[in-house]
């Protein structure tokens, strides 16, 4: 197998400092979404303005209104259309309304937030972005020949070619679009099951699990829930028939059961001395936290 | 081969974050997927245009520009393509199966593991999920039906209604392709005691079709985006013919070449995704990213037990 990563929607970033993160990134279905809400935005706005213009009486007062009001329509499509996402990338560090609650955000490739600078020119190439148009006279010989019908294949053709799945703005300006997430903490997972309780005092004191080991049975207690008890019981299976010899509990043992047990001798000692370092008494003396998971023994 | 070293990052997605995964698919391994879908459809595609395009072109198309001929040559061939898919990208679903373990196949090793499961190939993909009714229908229509106002109208109704009910079928049954291909189960044995596979087809589609309305809500919306594709493609087609040529308008050239052209390149799209839904149901329902995780660590359990007796 080649030496490249696994493929995902994630791309890394690396700070002056050495610190890598890593952000989910946000292709054109997850972006649809936002650009659909933020259409929906702008022609509210702009419905709302007409209906005002058109019921407040303005232009009945004053007849030479009738054509400013028009002006001032067309003006606004334009300012919105031309400005919208500007105006919101550049004040919300990167998201519009629509992004905002489809929880997105625009980060430079760096990882820097993104400037007015940047917010132009992603949001001016979006014309770009939309070609080739079509005309209605591709398909019906008697529509009026203009190019108006956006296609959007430049954009899903960018897309497709760059491993940050970014549209033609987003290279020329040297952006991403990405899921604006808070990172999630697994709760410490509750096991009580007097089936593991019984189960643990039978271990094998030296047996001792590998990190790679440990993770993969984390993940499985993690998950366990959401899958049915047969099928758990296969899956615990695959490794328990392998250790239960080293593990020295009977062989009759529960697959599912062992795994668990095995979960929670492991990190219940963990989260002891993690609790321990936390009291008040160690705050107090400032004592350095234990590095090594199972150092007490 | 290291089980939970896998090309793809297995973990459970949703459907949005899964048709963004279809076009980093299609980046990453699209040389060796195009090469498989080319020499997959080739066969389908010319044989849809004996089908089709001669007889269009008998019947005067060209000439007349018949708008109801022109509809129903459109839709037949839709509908061909959309039939023939599972069966002309079963190479590409092989090749994914392997490249997500990194391992290497020739054309010769992909067409002999289609051929082994020729029985439930023919059963399942021809016969049952409309291969063969679909050709013969068509066939029928354009080589034999007397009365073209028959065939415009009637004969395009019937088709659309069988085509109908076969993505009825594949809407809540469409990993038919990867039971067959990637988990070679044998619609019946009767060795079933020494298959390697100790699942049939049925039981296996069965236990892995559980979430339905899942599905049909991943193919529902899998059609709407097929749809959206297939214009643009089609569209951006016309705009390149119309600025390399000057002719702007869809003509024959399209219906003949690009737009079936168009509906093959959706077709593999739509493989992919099929896959990337079909693993992503694995690891919702029974768990597969466990599977392999714990799979690698038994093996790596052994190996380093094995190393210490051998000290």
Redesign the interface.
Known sequence: ??A?A????TANVITPENIQFEYR??????R??AFFLDIFIRAAILTSLAVFLACSGITRLLPSLNMLSGILLVLSYFFFDWFYGLFFETIWNGQTPGKRISGLRVLSTDGRPISAYQATIRNFLRLGDFA????L???V?DAPPVYW?P???VA?LC?????R?QRLGDLAAGTMVVLDERKWVPPRLRLDDPGINALIPAIAPNFRM?R??LR?VA??VE??N??LPQ??RE??A??T???IDKVGVPPASDPDLLLCALYKREYDAQWKIHEKNRSPENEKTNRPMLSSPRSDR | ??LD??????KQRNL??L???S??????FGPALLQTALLGALPFALLNGLLLSSSMVMRGYLFDQDGWLRFRFLVCMAMLVYTQAPLAMAGVTIKLGNLM??IQSSKQQTLKAIGKQWFSVFGILAMLRGIFPMIALIGGMEYFSLNRDFANYVGTFWISMVAFMIAAIRSVRPFAPEILFLEKCPLFSLKRKESRNPMLFGQRSKRLHQAGGELFQASFFAGI?SAV?L???N??F???VGSLAGA???GWWMDLFFYPLALWAIALWGTILRFLVYMNTRI????W???L??????T???D?EAGNRVE
Do not use: H, N
């Not at chain 1, 696994?6 to 929607?9: F, I, K, M, R, S």
């Not at chain 1, 080739?132 to 005309?135: G, I, L």
């Not at chain 2, 076009?23 to 990453?28: I, P």
């Open positions: 197998m080649s490249e696994a493929l995902d929607l990134l946000a292709g054109p279905f997850r649809f979404p080739p148009f079509a005309s006279q591709m398909v010989a019908v296609t959007a294949g899903v897309m497709l070619l760059t491993s799945l590998s790679t080991m993969t993940m499985y998950r366990r959401r899958i099928r758990r899956l615990a695959i490794l028939k392998e250790i | 081969m290291q070293k896998t090309a793809i990052a297995i949005d974050e048709l963004d995964l076009l980093a698919v299609l980046r990453r373990f990194g985006v594709f214009l643009i493609l569209l951006t016309v705009f390149l702007w308008e869809w919702g329902a029974e768990g990213e466990l599977e995780k714990l799979k690698a660590e038994a790596r359990f052994q380093a």
